[in-house]
């Protein structure tokens, strides 16, 4: 068989384990799938995915259940066991191991970053102290700190893709008390330095109440960052009502590409300075309309 045959089988793969995740994928299984014997499928598998069938099963199934913590409300050991974890306990272990939290944490943790609010946080060594980076799918994303290119000072933080395939969104962020800035307007700026990005990038905020709900948010995905460009200053404002309770904030990439970030700022503004969330006022009318019930032009009118 030559190099694409052995790849499309390779893909067929992939797709029946994605299509198969809740249920037993034992290896003899996904090898007489595929139509190779046990032994040259698991060569095969290595030699185009670059880890072995249990690695992308354990990751592949990670990432699902993740997914279900922020997008259902299904309990933690419905997930593990739908999953194929043995207990609640040892997927909490495994969950932690590779996120740094555990799933209810987790849960908490990440809300509406985007409209999908698919979100993982993903615990790699090569994170800037101090930081998170989470994403849809963090294996397609990586981070850290670069002594090259900066805007200035000795190091910026960059974010990218590994490859032209990358799936979702990731984001380098932190989450903080907002006791310190109940009442106030804050401003997160930074300058951002990007190249290639084919679908957007840019800053974002977050406020939310102890109970979960966001107050106010701007992921600047109304005015995003694209393709290549030197160093700009960019910066997202939002009032924290007094009732707030954790800020978080970040700079988000969404597909293939790189950003760099550097001179970071969180300070508090004037009311001068005006807010950018977009949601308190989208799709809302400038001035009142139709006081008098006479304009019908939008509706069908009844005998």
């Given at each position: 068989?030559?190099?694409?045959?052995?790849?499309?089988?390779?893909?067929?793969?992939?797709?029946?384990?994605?299509?198969?995740?809740?249920?037993?994928?034992?290896?003899?299984?996904?090898?007489?799938?595929?139509?190779?014997?046990?032994?040259?499928?698991?060569?095969?598998?290595?030699k185009i995915i670059g880890k072995s069938v249990a690695e992308y099963v354990r990751e592949q199934r990670m990432t699902?259940?993740?997914?279900?913590?922020?997008?259902?409300?299904?309990?933690?050991?419905?997930?593990?066991?739908?999953?194929?974890?043995?207990?609640?306990?040892?997927?909490t272990r495994a969950f932690k191991k590779v996120y740094d939290v555990t799933p209810s944490e987790y849960r908490k943790l990440l809300k509406q970053l985007?409209?999908?609010?698919?979100?993982?946080?993903?615990?790699?060594?090569?994170?800037?102290?101090?930081?998170?980076?989470?994403?849809?799918?963090?294996?397609?994303?990586?981070?850290g700190l670069d002594n090259n290119i900066v805007h200035s000072g000795n190091y910026a933080a960059y974010l990218k893709s590994k490859h032209e395939k990358a799936r979702g969104f990731a984001t380098l962020m932190q989450q903080i008390k907002a006791v310190h800035y109940r009442?106030?307007?804050?401003?997160?700026?930074?300058?951002?330095?990007?190249?290639?990005?084919?679908?957007?990038?840019?800053?974002?905020?977050?406020?939310?109440?102890?109970?979960?709900?966001?107050?106010?948010?701007?992921?600047?995905?109304?005015?995003?960052?694209?393709?290549?460009?030197?160093?700009?200053?960019?910066?997202?404002?939002?009032?924290?009502?007094?009732?707030?309770e954790v800020i978080s904030f970040g700079v988000l990439l969404n597909g293939p590409g790189q950003i760099w970030i550097d001179e970071l700022g969180f300070e508090m503004v004037g009311d001068d300075v005006p807010v950018t969330d977009q949601r308190a006022t989208e799709g809302l009318s400038s001035e009142p309309v139709n006081l008098n019930f006479e304009d019908n032009t939008a509706t069908e009118k009844t005998n």
């Amino acid at each position: 068989m030559s190099y694409q045959d052995h790849e499309q089988a390779i893909q067929r793969s992939l797709n029946f384990i994605e299509q198969h995740l809740t249920e037993p994928l034992q290896l003899n299984r996904l090898a007489e799938h595929a139509g190779y014997s046990r032994f040259h499928f698991q060569r095969v598998f290595r030699k185009i995915i670059g880890k072995s069938v249990a690695e992308y099963v354990r990751e592949q199934r990670m990432t699902q259940s993740a997914r279900e913590l922020i997008t259902t409300d299904q309990r933690v050991i419905d997930i593990a066991m739908t999953y194929q974890f043995k207990s609640q306990e040892s997927f909490t272990r495994a969950f932690k191991k590779v996120y740094d939290v555990t799933p209810s944490e987790y849960r908490k943790l990440l809300k509406q970053l985007v409209s999908k609010g698919e979100v993982i946080v993903s615990k790699t060594s090569n994170t800037p102290n101090g930081w998170l980076m989470t994403g849809e799918n963090p294996f397609d994303y990586e981070t850290g700190l670069d002594n090259n290119i900066v805007h200035s000072g000795n190091y910026a933080a960059y974010l990218k893709s590994k490859h032209e395939k990358a799936r979702g969104f990731a984001t380098l962020m932190q989450q903080i008390k907002a006791v310190h800035y109940r009442g106030e307007r804050v401003r997160f700026s930074a300058f951002v330095k990007s190249v290639d990005i084919k679908e957007a990038a840019g800053l974002w905020m977050r406020i939310d109440h102890s109970s979960g709900e966001v107050l106010a948010f701007d992921n600047m995905m109304d005015r995003p960052i694209k393709g290549t460009n030197e160093w700009n200053h960019f910066s997202v404002v939002l009032d924290i009502p007094v009732k707030s309770e954790v800020i978080s904030f970040g700079v988000l990439l969404n597909g293939p590409g790189q950003i760099w970030i550097d001179e970071l700022g969180f300070e508090m503004v004037g009311d001068d300075v005006p807010v950018t969330d977009q949601r308190a006022t989208e799709g809302l009318s400038s001035e009142p309309v139709n006081l008098n019930f006479e304009d019908n032009t939008a509706t069908e009118k009844t005998n």
